[in-house]
C-alpha cells in the first residue's frame, strides 16, 4: 500500500482512525460480508468493527452461496449463526430467547456490509443466507451516517448496525468505542468540505 495509506486502517494518513481504536472483547462473533464495491471506500465504516473486535471475520463477495470460506464457518455445529438483515421473516432482536434458549451454543452474526441497493442483492443471490434465521434490529434506531444517503433516519451503517446488536445481546459490555470512532471519521470528513458543502447537501429537509 502507498505511503499515503496507513496499512492498519486503509484510510489516508491525514483521515487514519487508529488513535481510535479500542480493542474491544466480544462473545458474540460477528462474519462481515462486504460487497466489492464498499472495499475500498474511504467512508466505509466496516473496517471499525474489524480493527476493534476480537472475534470478527471478513469476507468479500456478492453472490455467497459457495463460498467455501463462509460456508465452513456455517458448518461448525458449535455455534448458532444469524443474519441481521430486515426481510420479511426477520424478527426483532430478543437476548434472552438467543442467549438463554435451551441450545447455549456460541453466536455469530452475520451483517451485510453495502449500500441498501448492493445488500440486498447480496440477500437475494445467496441461498445459503436465506437458509439462516433472521434478526432486525428496533425500528426507533437512528443512524448518524450524516454524510452518506440513506432510505431513512433510522437506516444504519454497518457499524451502527454492529454496535447495536452486540450492545443487545451482550448489555454487560461497553461497546461505545466503535461509535465514538465512527464520529470522529464523520467529523473529520465534514471537516475536509469546502464552506457550505455539508449544509447544502446533507442539512436539507
Known sequence: ?????????????????????????????????????????????????????????????????????????????????YILYPN????????????????????????LDGTWKKAFKMWQLSANLKALPSLKLPVDLKGNYRIRKAPGSNSLSTVEAGFHILTLLQPDKDFTSLLRTFDQMIDFQISQMPSGVYERNYLKD
Open 1 to 81: 500500500m502507498s505511503s499515503r495509506y496507513c496499512s492498519q486502517c486503509g484510510k489516508a494518513l491525514k483521515a487514519c482512525i487508529c488513535q481510535y481504536i479500542m480493542p474491544l472483547k466480544s462473545e458474540v462473533e460477528l462474519i462481515i460480508l462486504q460487497h466489492p464495491t464498499e472495499a475500498h471506500r474511504p467512508m466505509g465504516t466496516a473496517r471499525i468493527l474489524s480493527l476493534s473486535l476480537n472475534h470478527h471475520y471478513h469476507i468479500v463477495g456478492e453472490n455467497f452461496s459457495d463460498n467455501n470460506e463462509l460456508n465452513q464457518l456455517l458448518e461448525d455445529t458449535n455455534y448458532r449463526h
Open 88 to 111: 420479511e421473516n426477520a424478527r426483532e432482536v430478543d437476548a434472552h430467547k438467543i442467549i438463554l434458549g435451551e441450545n447455549k451454543k456460541k453466536i455469530r452474526i452475520i451483517l
